[in-house]
């Protein structure tokens, strides 16, 4: 079983709309959690870490339900500058970063 | 804002030649990594370093594979003698000792012919 799957998407979607994708992580001691973007061919950059009590920042709210080892994101009001891949990423411990293989969201006008 | 910083950006070799990556690291973190992404693929965990020791490895980095920190900036990822299969994006990354958010340099894309 992967470490942490996603849903690859793609997820087309018009200006405005609201979007949201899972992921699901397989070892139950994960420490944190996080969403990256990934811009095509650049390195990833972290959107949001991920709480257990859900958090937002701005048109973006994550959720993490550690009993199911499910982690979520909802991208509010799409613009067309969230087109990119979103990661989601799990720390195991201090030494490294697991990732999924990412969900492509494209926004249209 | 500090950035990590990668060189070259880009690199050709050809196969069974040494290859040297470089990163500067963010000036006052003290975890550094190195990851990398096959094209088309999902960012794989090769290496962390801290306190001028490899911390974790993964299965991906065997003896082709070094890390040195070889001055108080430089973080380098040597490839002793590449293959085709190398080819792939080389992304470094640093943390700082309270944070959890790991910094990702715009990476190295690496060709071998």
Request: charged content about 20%.
């Amino acid at each position: 079983r992967k470490e942490v799957e996603q849903d690859p998407g793609p997820f087309n979607v018009p200006e405005g709309a609201t979007v949201a994708f899972n992921c699901t992580y397989s070892n139950s001691a994960s420490q944190s959690f996080f969403w990256y973007r990934q811009d095509c061919r650049k390195e990833p950059k972290l959107l949001m870490s991920v709480y257990s009590s859900g958090n937002e920042d701005g048109r973006f709210t994550a959720q993490l339900n550690r009993a199911s080892q499910y982690i979520s994101l909802l991208i509010r009001d799409s613009k067309l500058s969230d087109s990119a891949t979103y990661l989601c990423v799990v720390k195991y411990n201090d030494y490294k970063l697991s990732f999924g293989a990412g969900t492509t969201v494209t926004v249209r006008a | 804002e500090p950035e990590v910083t990668q060189t070259p950006s880009h690199q050709v070799t050809q196969m069974g030649q040494e290859v040297i990556l470089r990163c500067v690291p963010i000036s006052n973190h003290l975890y550094f990594y190195w990851y990398r992404q096959i094209l088309g693929q999902k960012v794989e965990f090769l290496v962390s370093f801290y306190n001028n020791e490899i911390s974790e490895k993964s299965e991906i980095f065997d003896d082709q594979f070094s890390v040195e920190r070889p001055d108080g900036s430089n973080f380098t990822l040597k490839i002793r003698s590449t293959k085709l299969e190398d080819s792939a994006m080389y992304f470094c990354a640093s943390r700082g000792v309270l944070e959890e958010t790991q910094y990702f340099g715009p990476g190295t894309r690496l060709l071998v012919l």
